[in-house]
C-alpha cells in the first residue's frame, strides 16, 4: 500500500480520498510549520508528499527520501520547491491551477478597495472612537476607484480576472505589462499594453500577479517607487519578495505613494514592523487570497487527485515537470 505524508492539517474530505484509492497516510493536524529535520523524519519513508507553499523542498529533503515518487504542492506557485533537485531525483511536482483564480482575484479587488475608501481604518473608528455621526470633512476620506486606471503587472488568470473586475464593475481604464501580449485580453476589456516603466507612471492602482523568480524578485523598490504617482495605491497579492518592503516603507513615509494592499509578505510570516504602525494608508492581510472555503477545499482535492494518479502510475493532470514521467 502506498504511504503518503501530509504536512498540515486539511480537510477531512480529502483524506477520504486517499483512503478510498487504497493509499495510507500520516499528517500534521495542526497548522505548525514544521522543521526541515520533522518533515524530513516524517517523509523519509513515504512514496508521496503533499504540502503547503512554506514547506521548502529541497535538495536536501529528497536526498534523505528516496522513496517519494510524488510531491503534490497544495498551491498555484511553486517557488518553495526546488525543481531542478527533483528533475534529478526524478520526482514529480504538480500543483493546483486555475482552481483559485477567481477567488484570489476578489480577494485582490477587495484590498483594493479597502485602501483606496480606507475601510480598516473606518471599521477601527467606529469601534473604538467617539463617532458622533455623519460630516463632510470626516477624516476616514479616500478616493475613488470608478473611472480610474488599474494598471496590471502578470496578465496572467489572475491578472486577466482583477482586469475585467475593474474594467466591467468600475469602468476602469486598464493597462498591463506581461511576459507576452494578451490579444484577447485587449480586445475584450481594451486594454492597452505598455513597458513597466510606462505603467508605473500612468497608474493609479498597481496590482501585482507576477510569479516570484529571480527576475521579478525585488523588481518593485525605490526606483520603481519614484516614477508612481503620489496618488497611487499598490497591491499585492502575488509574492512577497517581489516588493523590497523596506523601500515600500520609504515610499510610504515620504509621500512618493498614497497606499497599499499587502496579502503577501516578504519574510513571511513575519510583517515589517513598520507596515504595522501605518495604519492610515496600509491595509495588511494574511496571505488568504484563495481562502473560501470552496476554494480551499478544491485546492486539496486536486492536490489529493494528483497524487493517487502519480501514485498509480498515471501522469497527474497537473504536472509541473512531465520530464521525469515514465
Not at 43 to 66: T, Y
Not at 72 to 80: F, L, M, P, Q, T
Not at 131 to 140: S, V
Amino acid at each position: 500500500m502506498p504511504k503518503v505524508f501530509i504536512t498540515r492539517r486539511i480537510f477531512p474530505e480529502a483524506k477520504d480520498k486517499l483512503t478510498e484509492a487504497g493509499i495510507d497516510y500520516e499528517s500534521n493536524d495542526t497548522g505548525e510549520i514544521l522543521t526541515k529535520r520533522q518533515l524530513i523524519e516524517n517523509a523519509r519513508h513515504k512514496d508521496g508528499l503533499l504540502c503547503l507553499l512554506n514547506d521548502e523542498i529541497d535538495d536536501g529533503l529528497l536526498s534523505s527520501c528516496p522513496n517519494l515518487g510524488i510531491v503534490a504542492n497544495i498551491s498555484v506557485g511553486y517557488d518553495n520547491v526546488n525543481l531542478s533537485a527533483a528533475n534529478q531525483h526524478g520526482v514529480m511536482i504538480t500543483n493546483t491551477p486555475g482552481v483559485l483564480t477567481e477567488t484570489t482575484a476578489d480577494l485582490s479587488f477587495g484590498l483594493l478597495l479597502a485602501a483606496a475608501r480606507r475601510i480598516p481604518e473606518a471599521d477601527s473608528f467606529v469601534r473604538t472612537q467617539d463617532w458622533t455621526g455623519w460630516e463632510l470633512m470626516q477624516p476616514q476620506q479616500g478616493v475613488d476607484v470608478h473611472g480610474k486606471t488599474l494598471g496590471i503587472v502578470g496578465m496572467g488568470r489572475i491578472g486577466s480576472a482583477v482586469a475585467r473586475r475593474g474594467h466591467h464593475g468600475f469602468d476602469m481604464k486598464i493597462i498591463y505589462h506581461s511576459r507576452s501580449r494578451k490579444p484577447k485580453i485587449e480586445e475584450e476589456l481594451g486594454a492597452q499594453y505598455v513597458d513597466l516603466e510606462e505603467l508605473l507612471r500612468g497608474s493609479d492602482f498597481v496590482s501585482l500577479h507576477v510569479p516570484l523568480t529571480d527576475e521579478t524578485e525585488g523588481m518593485i523598490s525605490r526606483e520603481e517607487f519614484r516614477l508612481m504617482k503620489k496618488s497611487a495605491i499598490l497591491v499585492n497579492v502575488a509574492r512577497g519578495p517581489i516588493v523590497d518592503e523596506d523601500e515600500l516603507v520609504w515610499a510610504l513615509t515620504e509621500g512618493e505613494i498614497c497606499g497599499a494592499a499587502l496579502d503577501v509578505f516578504e519574510e513571511e510570516p513575519e510583517v515589517h514592523p513598520d507596515l504595522k504602525n501605518l495604519t492610515e494608508n496600509v491595509v495588511l492581510a494574511p496571505h488568504i487570497g484563495s481562502a473560501s472555503k470552496e476554494t480551499r477545499m478544491r485546492m486539496a482535492e486536486m492536490a489529493v487527485d494528483n497524487t493517487i494518479a502519480g501514485l498509480k502510475g498515471e501522469k497527474p493532470p497537473n504536472l509541473i515537470n512531465p520530464e521525469v514521467f515514465g
